[in-house]
């Protein structure tokens, strides 16, 4: 199976976590007059669907495995079931990615949940993504959802790009949203995707730097390990893995207190893989205690979330 991409979050500076490390911008194939697309970030579950010439049927995807009747992905596989396989037969070397809603950390308006967002589309054969007018059109012409567009033309600032990230139209809040550079995708510059999280829902934290001036010792080689595992495993981290594992049925939708030592062998893995994936360097700078710090804080967080003493 396909996976999508792992989208960076915007930098457009270089960011110093401590002296020891800093982690690069990534806007350099951004070049004004560049076309652009700007959507909302929507908080739901990553999932695709393909049409299987041999089997004649559509089959689909969570962000890890295929759908079965074990599991469902909260949904999907009966919509995709309820689908007319037409419109995607006329590409069977495609991959049409997109977002099924469904309950996460984001409140949306009931009305937006249960529907399957579309918005990207890779060729298998060529491997490059498609470009977002046809996924657009795509969408229009099969009556699927596209995501929320807030922006589609050239390239002027990133202040520009920023200032449609407080404009939620599926709810009161909004998680941020993806700008899309078709010029660099068609140019093969990259990233061509970036991602801006507005700050309620980041996933990491600013190093306490604070705490080092206040104590005249040196921080033990544990606590400072410490404060590197706290700026990465945060609320907003280990919700959208607890999401994601109820969304595989690895977890429950409804949470009971018996499913506690379920979550307790899951989640603090999934946390660990998430921050491997997307903050590396962070992670490294733990050192030998980072996988036991991330499950010590990762449990510290989700019994709170779920109100367990």
């Known amino acids: 199976m396909k996976h999508y991409i792992e989208i960076q979050r915007l930098r457009t500076q270089d960011v110093v976590v401590d002296d020891t490390l800093t982690l690069e911008k990534n806007t350099d194939a951004f070049i004004q007059g560049d076309i652009i697309s700007i959507t909302e970030k929507i908080d739901g579950a990553n999932s695709s669907i393909y049409y299987d010439k041999k089997l004649d049927r559509l089959r689909c995807f969570s962000s890890k495995n295929e759908l079965d009747f074990s599991n469902q992905l909260r949904g999907f596989l009966t919509y995709v079931e309820s689908l007319d396989k037409e419109p995607f037969i006329k590409y069977p070397n495609y991959i049409f990615f997109g977002e099924w809603l469904v309950s996460h950390t984001v409140i949306y308006d009931d009305s937006n949940y249960n529907k399957w967002y579309l918005f990207s589309v890779y060729d298998t054969v060529s491997g490059r993504w498609l470009s977002q007018d046809f996924v657009k059109k795509f969408a229009e012409k099969n009556d699927f959802c596209y995501p929320h567009e807030l922006y589609y033309g050239p390239f002027i600032s990133w202040n520009h790009c920023l200032s449609f990230a407080n404009a939620p139209a599926y709810g009161t809040k909004q998680e941020g949203i993806v700008i899309k550079n078709q010029t660099a995708l068609e140019q093969e510059r990259g990233p061509h995707i970036l991602k801006y999280v507005n700050p309620e829902f980041k996933e990491t934290q600013k190093k306490n730097h604070k705490k080092k001036l206040e104590d005249p010792n040196k921080l033990n080689e544990k606590a400072e390990a410490e404060e590197y595992i706290r700026m990465i495993v945060t609320d907003a981290r280990v919700m959208k893995c607890y999401h994601k594992l109820v969304d595989d049925g690895i977890l429950p939708e409804k949470f009971e207190l018996k499913h506690m030592k379920h979550v307790a062998q899951n989640l603090p893995k999934a946390v660990y893989?998430?921050?491997?994936?997307?903050?590396?360097?962070?992670l490294k700078?733990?050192?030998?205690?980072?996988?036991?710090?991330?499950s010590k804080v990762t449990m510290e967080i989700i019994k709170d979330k779920l109100k367990i003493d």
């Open 273 to 282: 893989e998430d921050c491997v994936k997307e903050e590396l360097e962070i």
């Open 285 to 294: 700078k733990a050192g030998e205690f980072g996988g036991k710090l991330c």
